[in-house]
């Protein structure tokens, strides 16, 4: 199954894209298993994927050397790679070059397809402002070695228009979306502002991160209620699939299982595939899910900043998406890892200025202590 993406880019595009940032792994230090991956990838293209996104931080680093050298043994020009640039990395305009020409080496090809600034959100779009990114990627398209420019995405709705508004060489952008962020990040919004400025739309995190392939009970029970039976990740897939907006869908595919699933269910997921009877079912769904919410926090950030830099509405995001999707190994180290004890519930003094500022009444100060008790570790 192909699409057309966006107005900007010439080519049938697979409905269906490798994520080739899961693939298998063995021993503690969690290398790429490579015989298995060439499996995967083998049977990928013989399915008639041609959409393979890769990046310069994925599984260390080593993501990259594995998808070029598959591809150096044949096949480079039936396949689209994509990767990425990671903007984070960038500390003057020579590093471009430099990490560049590293990823062409490693990919052992002489272009790249489909070539992303890597997770931009407003600190570093302005970055990539500062260091003249764009110039040197028009440059690049220019010299032949990138034919498509785009970037990935995590931030709020204005930051992302502001980023498609603020250059008009972009032929595709690269969204979290999926029928529980309809309102998150780009959101269906933010599809819809660049569908409409032309670009080609790259879907990650379709199920969440897996989270949306094991539903509880009670979302089931509404999944069964279907004109047909379908698997959840079915449901989650279709329900993007159907929107004629959507073109590729990157899957993180690490077993011959899940590919050969997700072929499948490609190969019978037109645009269009939904039937209207269903499309109140994902509503019910996420209004299931979100009750399963421990804290009604709606992130309107009312309460911040906080004096003692708690992040409270990143805490109780945390605390809601383990309650939600039972990722407790992903909770336990976005509390413990990703905020840092600065920004953790246990920073918290109870001063109580937030508590008033809260349109939910939320008890904010219980509701940190009950965060910090459930998720930290003192590892």
Not at 105 to 115: G, M, R, V
Request: glycine share 8%; hydrophobic share 35%; with cysteine.
């Amino acid at each position: 199954m192909y699409r057309k993406m966006g107005t900007r880019i010439n080519e049938e595009v697979s409905a269906l894209g490798f994520g080739c940032m899961r693939f298998p792994t063995f021993g503690d230090d969690k290398k790429i298993e490579r015989t298995e991956t060439n499996r995967l990838l083998a049977r990928a293209v013989d399915g008639g994927v041609n959409y393979f996104d890769t990046a310069w931080p994925y599984h260390g680093g080593e993501s990259e050397e594995v998808v070029g050298e598959f591809f150096a043994g044949g096949g480079r020009d039936q396949v689209l790679l994509a990767t990425k640039m990671p903007v984070w990395k960038l500390n003057e305009a020579d590093d471009l070059d430099r990490i560049f020409e590293q990823q062409l080496e490693k990919l052992k090809t002489d272009h790249i397809d489909f070539y992303l600034m890597h997770a931009l959100e407003a600190k570093w779009w302005t970055r990539l402002k500062e260091l003249d990114g764009l110039t040197w990627a028009e440059r690049m398209k220019e010299q032949g070695k990138i034919r498509y420019l785009g970037f990935s995405f995590h931030d709020g709705y204005q930051v992302f228009v502001d980023i498609i508004d603020g250059y008009d060489g972009w032929d595709f952008c690269q969204v979290q979306y999926n029928y529980m962020n309809e309102t998150i990040q780009a959101g269906t919004a933010g599809v819809a502002y660049a569908a409409q400025s032309g670009l080609g739309i790259v879907i990650m995190e379709p199920l969440l991160g897996g989270a949306l392939a094991s539903p509880p009970d009670e979302v089931r029970s509404v999944f069964a209620e279907a004109q047909d039976s379908r698997s959840p990740v079915e449901h989650a897939l279709r329900w993007l699939w159907d929107k004629p907006d959507v073109g590729v869908i990157l899957s993180g595919m690490s077993t011959m299982e899940q590919l050969e699933e997700n072929l499948a269910i490609a190969d019978r997921s037109p645009v269009g595939c939904m039937p209207s009877a269903e499309i109140d079912l994902f509503r019910r769904a996420k209004t299931l899910y979100e009750e399963m919410r421990p804290v009604p926090c709606t992130s309107c950030r009312y309460c911040m900043p906080c004096p003692h830099g708690v992040y409270i509405p990143d805490n109780f995001e945390t605390i809601n998406n383990y309650s939600m999707y039972g990722n407790r190994r992903g909770a336990e180290w976005r509390y413990n890892k990703d905020l840092g004890e600065e920004h953790q519930a246990s920073a918290c003094t109870e001063c109580g200025e937030c508590e008033p500022k809260c349109p939910q009444q939320i008890p904010i100060i219980e509701s940190l202590k009950m965060v910090h008790k459930e998720l930290h570790t003192s590892t």
